[in-house]
């Protein structure tokens, strides 16, 4: 993978502009030239005295659009980003979208041609895990850099084209290491995913497009990742809608086993003059157990009580006196069996369904649910053509279930509930024309094509409409969230930008919108660089401003592990508090291990910047960058001043003791006010020693004015 990095650093200008150099007709600076050459070629383009060749010295070129037919290239101010950029997205450049993958790979450093591939017959297993190949487990070459691999090793994908571990992560490389390139595929998956996105919409689209296409493909991200969102939007309600549906299925089942179906009778029908013989077809309009020559006579419990389980009538049609046999259409133990079939078979897997779709969403969970549905429908379609055409109701109704709220893809769905029906109305039709004596054409007719067929269309349209919609405010949902995180986002580096405090910044935001005046007792630090200005002078501004900075940020994290408040930097002088912005009780001792911390920041700093001998004048035992720490405890008094600019700022005697501590201290040493000694003495990890000469020294003379400010007692 190194070699493969370097690879591409070496060679991301040469190939590229030997890839694109027929274009530029001869302009582009070739870096096998003398160093004499070059400086001459770029001082003319910089005079203007260099042109592009017009379009008829390369045959079917055309001028850059965006310089005019006759105006002059300046091309010598770019950077090697802005130029390999402008050649990358000149359509001048390359005349097709073909050419421009070409030089694309080109500039990567490794697409190989074909043939420079390994050889397929080289080695019976994978270069990379090891793996055998079979005619299952498939070899692939990596299109980058040639390699015999199989499938697992050859997952990742660059233009299109099948790519290894090791390429893929060189081309990652290659983006991080240039922004023209990273922004080249920004572009690239913004136009994916706007393409991904139109076919989101379509359920059928979006299956197809997650199927057919690769693993890492946008659409199948996003749908996966709807179906989720989907299923886990969705579980309460689904569960209530099937357990209400599973109940319904209850009372229609009993209610068709133990009075509808038994009531149903098929008539033999006699005529004693010719003794002829017919079979009346069984539907449900003429088949009820009634006969209007014997009204009073319960025909079905008759039959009940029989000894062959049907009883024959004599019954007078058109004048002739006919023995009409009735007999049940659906004998008890078929009856029987349908019981055992919906009890042991439907309603279990209905409640299995039920229990899947309460778990998280899986790819495995979600083929297992469309499995166990296509059971139940097969289990009512099997009812339905063995038994009663009125199954076919539960099994219209179950389509309408799974329409409206299966965690199934939505075209999986209708592929499923389609094949279904479309089965039922085959079968049932061929079954009508081989026995018409036990399968009415009637029926047929009346339920399934009249009553059931509307309810399975219905359905199917029902739950297209509604997933086609619920895609359609899942993206502006999607939209909403980044749009927001983009906010989010950039208040937060606004929030970095402005050197204001936490709970002053929250302050700001939130109603009525006014930054808070603090007025508590807590602990300042001033730590300031000894003799700032001489070493300022010693050393370049660029240096100086960046050792400025590594200071400091040194001293942001010391504060941030600590609790220590930061309120601002004086130039070198940085400015801390505790006890002021948050409650802290040990205030006092955190911030004098924080000032001590600050001097072993200060080692780091010379050693990492060498800055031994850049001292206080540069010779002695100041020989080091050094900083003198002050602190000092009592009440003080914070808030926000200012109009444009919001600054965040100390107030308060002890604000001045702090500054004089600070000005007064010995370097690489901390000087703390007697109150500050007071309330960090307890702490077993700290040890304090008296400044005798300090102690009572007077900061002014006594003079006419009275006596002069005197320093607290230090330590």
């Given at each position: 993978?190194?070699?493969?990095?370097?690879?591409?650093?070496?060679?991301?200008?040469?190939?590229?502009?030997?890839?694109?150099?027929?274009?530029?007709?001869?302009?582009?600076?070739?870096?096998?030239?003398?160093?004499?050459?070059?400086?001459?070629?770029?001082?003319?383009?910089?005079?203007?005295?260099?042109?592009?060749?017009?379009?008829?010295?390369?045959?079917?070129?055309?001028?850059?659009?965006?310089?005019?037919?006759?105006?002059?290239?300046?091309?010598?101010?770019?950077?090697?980003?802005?130029?390999?950029?402008?050649?990358?997205?000149?359509?001048?450049?390359?005349?097709?979208?073909?050419?421009?993958?070409?030089?694309?790979?080109?500039?990567?450093?490794?697409?190989?041609?074909?043939?420079?591939?390994?050889?397929?017959?080289?080695?019976?297993?994978?270069?990379?895990?090891?793996?055998?190949?079979?005619?299952?487990?498939?070899?692939?070459?990596?299109?980058?850099?040639?390699?015999?691999?199989?499938?697992?090793?050859?997952?990742?994908?660059?233009?299109?084209?099948?790519?290894?571990?090791?390429?893929?992560?060189?081309?990652?490389?290659?983006?991080?290491?240039?922004?023209?390139?990273?922004?080249?595929?920004?572009?690239?998956?913004?136009?994916?995913?706007?393409?991904?996105?139109?076919?989101?919409?379509?359920?059928?689209?979006?299956?197809?497009?997650?199927?057919?296409?690769?693993?890492?493909?946008?659409?199948?991200?996003?749908?996966?990742?709807?179906?989720?969102?989907?299923?886990?939007?969705?579980?309460?309600?689904?569960?209530?809608?099937?357990?209400?549906?599973?109940?319904?299925?209850?009372?229609?089942?009993?209610?068709?086993?133990?009075?509808?179906?038994?009531?149903?009778?098929?008539?033999?029908?006699?005529?004693?003059?010719?003794?002829?013989?017919?079979?009346?077809?069984?539907?449900?309009?003429?088949?009820?157990?009634?006969?209007?020559?014997?009204?009073?006579?319960?025909?079905?419990?008759?039959?009940?009580?029989?000894?062959?389980?049907?009883?024959?009538?004599?019954?007078?049609?058109?004048?002739?006196?006919?023995?009409?046999?009735?007999?049940?259409?659906?004998?008890?133990?078929?009856?029987?069996?349908?019981?055992?079939?919906?009890?042991?078979?439907?309603?279990?897997?209905?409640?299995?369904?039920?229990?899947?779709?309460?778990?998280?969403?899986t790819l495995q969970l979600f083929w297992l649910s469309e499995i166990i549905l296509s059971l139940c429908l097969l289990v009512l379609l099997g009812l339905c053509l063995s038994y009663s055409i009125l199954y076919g109701y539960l099994l219209a109704g179950t389509i309408l279930m799974i329409q409206v709220t299966s965690a199934m893809e939505m075209a999986v769905s209708l592929i499923s509930s389609f094949t279904t029906w479309a089965l039922y109305l085959i079968i049932f039709t061929a079954l009508v024309n081989a026995y018409p004596e036990s399968y009415s054409l009637n029926d047929f007719l009346n339920h399934a094509m009249e009553k059931q067929t509307p309810i399975v269309v219905i359905a199917w349209f029902a739950g297209y409409v509604m997933d086609t919609r619920h895609r359609e405010i899942?993206?502006?949902?999607?939209?909403?969230?980044?749009?927001?995180?983009?906010?989010?986002?950039?208040?937060?580096?606004?929030?970095?930008?402005?050197?204001?405090?936490?709970?002053?910044?929250?302050?700001?935001?939130?109603?009525?919108?006014?930054?808070?005046?603090?007025?508590?007792?807590?602990?300042?630090?001033?730590?300031?660089?000894?003799?700032?200005?001489?070493?300022?002078?010693?050393?370049?501004?660029?240096?100086?401003?960046?050792?400025?900075?590594?200071?400091?940020?040194?001293?942001?994290?010391?504060?941030?592990?600590?609790?220590?408040?930061?309120?601002?930097?004086?130039?070198?002088?940085?400015?801390?508090?505790?006890?002021?912005?948050?409650?802290?009780?040990?205030?006092?001792?955190?911030?004098?291990?924080?000032?001590?911390?600050?001097?072993?920041?200060?080692?780091?700093?010379?050693?990492?910047?060498?800055?031994?001998?850049?001292?206080?004048?540069?010779?002695?035992?100041?020989?080091?960058?050094?900083?003198?720490?002050?602190?000092?405890?009592?009440?003080?008094?914070?808030?926000?001043?200012?109009?444009?600019?919001?600054?965040?700022?100390?107030?308060?005697?002890?604000?001045?003791?702090?500054?004089?501590?600070?000005?007064?201290?010995?370097?690489?040493?901390?000087?703390?006010?007697?109150?500050?000694?007071?309330?960090?003495?307890?702490?077993?990890?700290?040890?304090?020693?008296?400044?005798?000469?300090?102690?009572?020294?007077?900061?002014?003379?006594?003079?006419?004015?009275?006596?002069?400010?005197?320093?607290?007692?230090?330590?």
């Open positions: 993978m190194l070699e493969a990095k370097e690879r591409i650093r070496s060679s991301l200008r040469k190939q590229y502009l030997q890839q694109a150099s027929s274009g530029l007709g001869g302009l582009l600076i070739d870096e096998d030239e003398s160093d004499q050459e070059n400086h001459k070629q770029v001082k003319g383009m910089r005079q203007n005295i260099i042109k592009r060749n017009t379009r008829g010295s390369v045959p079917g070129a055309k001028p850059f659009t965006n310089t005019g037919k006759n105006k002059m290239m300046m091309m010598a101010h770019m950077d090697e980003a802005e130029f390999l950029e402008l050649i990358y997205e000149s359509n001048e450049v390359f005349e097709s979208k073909d050419d421009r993958e070409q030089a694309s790979n080109a500039l990567l450093g490794l697409r190989v041609n074909k043939d420079d591939w390994v050889a397929d017959d080289h080695a019976k297993e994978c270069t990379e895990c090891g793996e055998s190949f079979t005619f299952f487990f498939r070899r692939h070459h990596c299109r980058f850099c040639g390699r015999l691999l199989c499938e697992n090793c050859t997952k990742h994908r660059i233009k299109k084209q099948r790519t290894c571990d090791s390429c893929q992560s060189a081309f990652d490389f290659s983006q991080n290491k240039n922004d023209w390139l990273a922004k080249a595929q920004e572009k690239e998956d913004a136009e994916e995913y706007k393409n991904a996105s139109s076919n989101f919409v379509s359920p059928c689209l979006a299956f197809c497009g997650s199927v057919c296409q690769q693993s890492k493909n946008k659409l199948k991200i996003l749908n996966m990742a709807y179906q989720k969102d989907r299923v886990a939007n969705m579980k309460r309600r689904q569960l209530q809608l099937w357990f209400v549906f599973l109940a319904c299925c209850i009372i229609v089942f009993h209610s068709l086993n133990s009075a509808v179906l038994p009531s149903r009778c098929s008539k033999s029908v006699v005529q004693l003059s010719d003794l002829t013989s017919t079979r009346s077809s069984y539907s449900m309009a003429d088949s009820t157990c009634k006969s209007s020559f014997h009204p009073d006579l319960d025909i079905e419990k008759a039959i009940r009580f029989s000894s062959n389980n049907s009883i024959t009538l004599p019954e007078e049609t058109n004048g002739h006196v006919v023995n009409v046999t009735y007999s049940h259409r659906i004998e008890n133990d078929a009856l029987q069996t349908a019981s055992l079939i919906t009890g042991l078979v439907f309603y279990p897997l209905v409640l299995l369904y039920i229990y899947i779709t309460q778990r998280s969403f899942y993206l502006k949902t999607e939209s909403i969230k980044k749009q927001r995180l983009a906010i989010q986002t950039e208040q937060e580096k606004n929030k970095k930008l402005v050197s204001l405090p936490k709970i002053i910044l929250d302050g700001l935001q939130e109603p009525p919108y006014k930054a808070p005046v603090l007025d508590a007792f807590g602990t300042v630090l001033y730590a300031d660089i000894v003799s700032f200005t001489v070493f300022s002078g010693k050393i370049p501004a660029i240096d100086l401003v960046q050792i400025l900075d590594d200071m400091f940020d040194m001293h942001d994290i010391l504060a941030s592990d600590l609790k220590v408040d930061k309120v601002k930097t004086l130039g070198d002088c940085y400015v801390a508090c505790t006890g002021v912005l948050s409650l802290n009780a040990s205030h006092a001792a955190a911030m004098v291990k924080f000032g001590l911390g600050l001097h072993w920041n200060m080692r780091k700093l010379n050693i990492k910047w060498d800055l031994a001998g850049k001292g206080l004048d540069g010779k002695g035992p100041d020989t080091d960058l050094r900083i003198r720490v002050g602190i000092a405890s009592g009440p003080a008094i914070g808030g926000v001043v200012g109009g444009k600019k919001y600054i965040f700022d100390l107030w308060g005697d002890v604000v001045e003791q702090a500054e004089l501590m600070e000005s007064g201290g010995i370097p690489e040493r901390v000087q703390v006010s007697h109150s500050t000694w007071l309330r960090s003495s307890k702490d077993p990890n700290l040890k304090f020693k008296c400044r005798p000469d300090a102690e009572q020294e007077v900061l002014k003379n006594d003079g006419a004015n009275g006596p002069g400010k005197r320093f607290p007692t230090v330590y």
